[in-house]
Structure formats: structure tokens, C-alpha cells
């Protein structure tokens, strides 16, 4: 069903019927892009890195076409009634509020949207305005009385000046005291600056003051605060979700089941951003906001590679691949998912709908659906309803399956101690089988792409089992201005090689050819190579065209592993605490590594060892031949990023992989 500004208040109160009686929903998101030029994601961010990095991504773009599909099983059939709803947003002004955003887009992105028929004229004229809390909390009334939000103009009082912390100090207590007069006379606060006005109508808009009160202004000098009777309140509580898209995260919220995306890092961080708070500047806040909007945000994309009854069973884990498998086998077990009355919009062919949000969100909602029933089947083997969910295998499949039927067995048997007691009547097995503790360890976790911390935890703390590579080396000290080329000229012994840079002053050194690994010379450079390129020497030419000199000298080369002993992630460190990381770093290495980001969160779903992601890339963004001795850890090698970063780019620059 499209909901467009003009029929969501109509709308709403069907919404509101098939998301809080859904045992599960499903989500997803179109973008205007994905990410700035300026950002270069690296597998061996840190996880505050990466972050920031995500974050910076976030709020350059916006999202314009929200996906929501609310899942219930019919008691009567056995099946599960899907209601998808594609909603057009748009942060326009509306009759009553100036939002003054900022449209910003990548031209790829557009392009696509247009060439799968994006209708850029609806998304204009219907698409649905929003306001997050944060930006409600510093809205404020013009001389014209037209309400103004200004996104991200909130005013830290930390950023206060003297004067300006006296100015608002003040007003706070002639507020209160005005307050405890219960007079109806209005009270009126003197303003010099817009700033200063600025500052005043955020302070009524604290919850402190229970929505209570309302600024206007006077004259160009001074403001009047006003108490709001009972029903004024109510009526403003009425009103304004019917007017903000943000009604529907609620509605989610209220739902209280699982909510479902398929790889969510984008989706998550943008609905946080967008409809419910500025994201916070580290990581262990946003996990409390995070889960403050929605307790049980589960990552599709994460399952398929961690849960070790999935992992083995798919060549790949994009959006439209697992769709297309399940979705088969699910009928072939006679498990029918069937559209509710009045949302038949994705049945059939040619529709042109495969890339809206709306039936992104189906497809994920499906996925999700198989996942369950396929888990809750293997532990239990006697749990046969409405057939077998078995996989069909291919030749490879039974191969890797052969590698890791010890482990999968090991995984499965502590499935089934912690799993609940599967011979419940069906009723109880419709609600209860998605809230199963042998899935709930893998619910909170966010896929992160191409990273030596494949997750987010929004639950606790992260587990990773790294990895080290022989080929690959890291070069640090390089003076900047440095190019690739000068640096093959100073190691010719190791050629060829590929550079990746992490700064301006650091970089990696990947061997194409593995052979020549003892000849890497670790260590500081020194003065002796460097030497004949300087001037007055037999290479001074070469040296001068590529930018050789002294400080090159002082470049240090050390092994994957030892970066990781010095630089990477360590046992209960808080990366948001530079102290606490430069102790770690003479600590022992470990094979499976916490990375403590929040200690005041709640305490962390604890999965079996199976379920420990392994991070660590190093062939992902060249053509290196991967090494016979990492090929049964890495099953399923470069082709399925590849293909999820193709389908990423080609699906309006967002991460439908």
C-alpha cells in the first residue's frame, strides 16, 4: 500500500492496526546516497572509526521512500498475512513550519531512482514531513509566527558562553518562580539576539516543563511565555504526529516485537537520525538510543553469516539471492505467505515495484520468516510443521558441509539446551518461536561491511575472532606527499605490490606474490636506502621526480601481526578512552578479542563460540590470489562482496546487499 501526505492521517489508524498486532516487522530504506567523497572506509577502522565515518555518511544524505511490512501468522490456516506500506518522505515546509533543510544528493543515485521509474514529482508534491526529537526541541516562532526548525542547530550548553550561561541561569529561575505564582498573566523575557530567543524557546521545549508551555514573541526584543491549558496540550499531542512521518517509528516502537532489516547499519542509523534523534557523537550512546527506539532490531544479513546453522547454507548473503532460495523453498514446504486485503500492490509480475522500499521490506520480512522457521526446525527435529525447510544443496555446499559438520553439531547440541520447549500448541509457537532463545543471542547485532569488526553489538560489548595475513604489512612514518610510485621505487625487493592508504601517513602493503614474503625488510628503512636518491648522489633524478627525501628514511614496516599486538583491537578496551587503548597496546594478544564500548549497557546476549565473527580482510579491494592456507576460514572469498557492493551501488547507492 502507498501512503502518501495527503491520505497518512487517514491512513494511520490502519497502520496502526497492522503493526501492533504484527508478530514481527520488517523494514527498509531508499537514500539520495550513500557515501560522501571525503569518507574511505577501512577494514581496520576501529569501531568509534567506524562510527564516525557512518555517521558523517548519515547526515549528508536523507531518506525518501521508507519500507514497512508487518508479518502475522493466521491461527485458522497456518500461513502468515504480509501488509507492506511504501511511504514517500520528503522534509518540506509545510503550512505551519519551516523546516530550512538542506537536499543533498549523489547524481548516481538520482539516476538510478529515475531509471527504475522513482517518481521524483510525487516524492515533491506527497512526500510525508518529518521532525525528530531533537529538532521539536529547538523549534522556535518567527515574527511572523511561523514555527522554524533549523536541523542539527541545537544549542549545547556546554558551548555557552559566560554571559550566555548567566543568561539562561537567569531565566530558568525567573521561569520557575513565574511558574510557582500560578498566575495566567503571561511572562514576558527581554531577548537581545536571536540567538538569545533561540535559546529561550528550547529551554520550554525540556521535558521538565511537560509540554506545558509556549513562547511567542512580542516585539523584536522580548518573548512572552504562556501556560497551555490541558486540552491545548492534548490537541497538540494529537495533532502533531499526523503531521510527522516519526508516528510510524512509534507505532513500530509500541508494536514491541522484532524488527527486521537485512544489512540495517544504514537503515538503523538513518531512522535514528531522521526520525528520532540527532545521532550521538560515540558509538556506546548510540547503542542506548538505538535500543531506546526499538529493543529488538535484528540484522538479517547477520544471521546468514553467523548463526551457525545458516552460514553453511547460502553461496551468498545478498538481499535478492536469499530471497529468491527461500522464498522457493518456503512454498515447496507448503508454508504460504499471502498479501492482507487491500495490500495486493506486490502481487504479480510486472508491477515495477522490485526496487521500491516497501517490497525490499517484504522481501526481508520473508527472509527473516525462513531463517526462523529453518533454525527452530533443525533444533528440534521433531518440529515439522507444515514441512520440511531443509536446504537443498549444491556440490559445493556438500563440501564445505563435510568441513563443518563437527562444528555445526557442536553449535546445534547448545541450541537445543538453551532453546525453548518446542512442543507448545501452535498459538503460543506463532509469537514465541520469533523470541526463541537459540535466535535472540543474534538479534542486536549490525552487519558492518568490509571491516575488521563486522559488527556493531547494540546489546553489549563486540566479540571478534581476528585473523592475521602473511602478505599483508604495514608502513607507517611516510612523509606526505609520498606517492605509490616512490614507494616501490625504496622496497623493489617485494614488488609487486598493492598500497592501500590509510592516511596521509599511513598505509598497507599488500604482496601480490606470496613467495617473496622473507623478503620484506621489517623494520625501520633507513638512511642507507634513502641515500642515493638525495641530492649529490647517483639516483638524485629519480629521487627528485618522485619525491624521495631524508624523511623517507624513517618509514617503519612491520607485519599484519604485529600492527594487530600494537595498533588493533585488545581485550577490554574502551576505544572511547585513549588512555585505557595505549595500556592495552603492550598487552598479550588474543585470538578472540572484546572490544568493551559500553560498560553501562545492558547486560550482552552471550552466543556460542561458532557464533564469534571472524573479521579481518585483506583481498577485498585488489586482486590478490587468496593464500591456500586461509581458503577453508574464508569459504566464501571476494565474489559475495563483490556482488553485495554491485547490488549495493545499483539499489540508489543504499545497503540492500
Do not use: W
Given at each position: 500500500m502507498e501512503v502518501l501526505k495527503s491520505d497518512f492521517e487517514v491512513n494511520l489508524p490502519l497502520i496502526e492496526e497492522a503493526l501492533i498486532g504484527?508478530?514481527?516487522?520488517?523494514?527498509?530504506?531508499?537514500?539520495?546516497?550513500l557515501v560522501t567523497p571525503d569518507v574511505q572506509f577501512q577494514n581496520t577502522d576501529e569501531l568509534s572509526t567506524r562510527y564516525s565515518k557512518l555517521k558523517s555518511c548519515v547526515q549528508e544524505f536523507t531518506i525518501i521512500q521508507y519500507g514497512v511490512c508487518a508479518f502475522k501468522k493466521n491461527k485458522a490456516t497456518g500461513d502468515y498475512v504480509a501488509k507492506p506500506f511504501n511511504f514517500y518522505i520528503f522534509g518540506a515546509d509545510t503550512h505551519d513550519i519551516q523546516s530550512r533543510r538542506i537536499f543533498s544528493a549523489t547524481p548516481s543515485s538520482l539516476s538510478f531512482l529515475r531509471s527504475n521509474k522513482f517518481d521524483f514529482n510525487k516524492l515533491i508534491e506527497q512526500g510525508i514531513p518529518f521532525y525528530n526529537y531533537s529538532e521539536e526541541s529547538t523549534m522556535f516562532q518567527s515574527t511572523q509566527g511561523t514555527n522554524i526548525v533549523n536541523r542539527r542547530s541545537a544549542i549545547l550548553e556546554s558551548s555557552l558562553t559566560k554571559s550566555g550561561k548567566s543568561f539562561l541561569d537567569y531565566n530558568r529561575k525567573t521561569i520557575s518562580k513565574w511558574l510557582q505564582g500560578?498566575?495566567?498573566?503571561?511572562l514576558v523575557i527581554q531577548v537581545n539576539s536571536s540567538f538569545y530567543k533561540k535559546l529561550i524557546y528550547q529551554e520550554i521545549q525540556d521535558p521538565k516543563y511537560n509540554s506545558f508551555l509556549k513562547a511567542t514573541q512580542r516585539d523584536s526584543k522580548h518573548l512572552e511565555i504562556s501556560r497551555l491549558k490541558e486540552e491545548d496540550k492534548r490537541q497538540n499531542t494529537v495533532n502533531t504526529p499526523k503531521l510527522n512521518f516519526r508516528a510510524v517509528i512509534e507505532?513500530?516502537?509500541?508494536?514491541?516485537?522484532?524488527?527486521?532489516?537485512?544489512?540495517?547499519?544504514?537503515?538503523?542509523?538513518?531512522?535514528?537520525?531522521?526520525f528520532w534523534q540527532y545521532l550521538p557523537n560515540d558509538v556506546a550512546e548510540f547503542k542506548k538510543v538505538a535500543n531506546s527506539m526499538w529493543d529488538n532490531i535484528v540484522d538479517t544479513k547477520y544471521m546468514a553469516e553467523y548463526h551457525p546453522t545458516l552460514k553453511s547454507c547460502f553461496q551468498t548473503s545478498v538481499l535478492g539471492s536469499l530471497y529468491n532460495t527461500v522464498s522457493?523453498?518456503?512454498?515447496?514446504?507448503?508454508?504460504?505467505?499471502?498479501?492482507?486485503?487491500?495490500?495486493?500492490?506486490?502481487?504479480?509480475?510486472g508491477n515495477d515495484v522490485e526496487h521500491e522500499a516497501g517490497y525490499d521490506a517484504y522481501m526481508t520480512g520473508v527472509?527473516?520468516?525462513?531463517?526462523?522457521?529453518?533454525?527452530?526446525?533443525?533444533?528440534?527435529p521433531k518440529v515439522k510443521e507444515n514441512g520440511s525447510l531443509k536446504r537443498k544443496r549444491s556440490v559445493s555446499d556438500e563440501v564445505e558441509e563435510g568441513e563443518e559438520s563437527a562444528s555445526e553439531s557442536e553449535s546445534e547440541s547448545e541450541s537445543d539446551s538453551d532453546s525453548t520447549d518446542n512442543d507448545?500448541?501452535?498459538?503460543?509457537?506463532?509469537?514465541?518461536?520469533?523470541?526463541?532463545?537459540?535466535?535472540?543471542?543474534?538479534?542486536g547485532k549490525i552487519y558492518l561491511m568490509r571491516s575488521d569488526i563486522p559488527y556493531i553489538n547494540l546489546k553489549g560489548e563486540e566479540e571478534v575472532e581476528l585473523i592475521t595475513y602473511p602478505n599483508k604489512f604495514f608502513l607507517h612514518n611516510i612523509p606526505v606527499g609520498l606517492t605509490n610510485a616512490a614507494i616501490e621505487k625504496l622496497y623493489p625487493t617485494i614488488l609487486p605490490i598493492a598500497v592501500s592508504w590509510v592516511?596521509?601517513?599511513n598505509a598497507w602493503i599488500i604482496l601480490r606474490d606470496e613467495t617473496k614474503i622473507p623478503n620484506v625488510p621489517l623494520g625501520v628503512l633507513g638512511f642507507a636506502t634513502v641515500q642515493s636518491f638525495l641530492p649529490g648522489f647517483s639516483r638524485y633524478d629519480e629521487g627528485k621526480d618522485y619525491g624521495i627525501t631524508n624523511e623517507a628514511s624513517r618509514m617503519e614496516l612491520i607485519t599484519h601481526e604485529q600492527w594487530r599486538t600494537l595498533y588493533g583491537p585488545k581485550k577490554t578496551v574502551n576505544y572511547d578512552n585513549i588512555a585505557s587503548a595505549l595500556a592495552s597496546a603492550t598487552s598479550n594478544d588474543h585470538a578472540t578479542t572484546t572490544l568493551e564500548t559500553a560498560s553501562d549497557l545492558n547486560n550482552a546476549n552471550v552466543s556460542g563460540d561458532s557464533a564469534i565473527p571472524t573479521g579481518g580482510a585483506g583481498y577485498d579491494d585488489f586482486e590478490i590470489p587468496l593464500p591456500p592456507s586461509f581458503a577453508a576460514s574464508l569459504k566464501r572469498g571476494r565474489e559475495n562482496d563483490n556482488n553485495e557492493d554491485s547490488e549495493r551501488d545499483n539499489k540508489n547507492r543504499k545497503t540492500s546487499a
Open positions: 504484527a508478530d514481527f516487522i520488517a523494514i527498509d530504506t531508499e537514500f539520495t546516497g500560578n498566575t495566567e498573566k503571561p507505532l513500530i516502537k509500541k508494536a514491541d516485537c522484532p524488527v527486521v532489516a537485512h544489512n540495517a547499519a544504514y537503515d538503523i542509523f538513518h531512522t535514528v537520525d531522521q522457493d523453498e518456503l512454498k515447496a514446504a507448503g508454508l504460504n505467505i499471502a498479501m492482507g486485503k487491500g495490500f495486493e500492490r506486490y502481487t504479480g509480475t527472509i527473516y520468516l525462513a531463517f526462523i522457521k529453518f533454525i527452530h526446525e533443525k533444533q528440534d507448545e500448541e501452535d498459538d503460543d509457537e506463532s509469537t514465541n518461536i520469533f523470541m526463541d532463545k537459540s535466535v535472540l543471542p543474534y538479534y592516511n596521509d601517513n
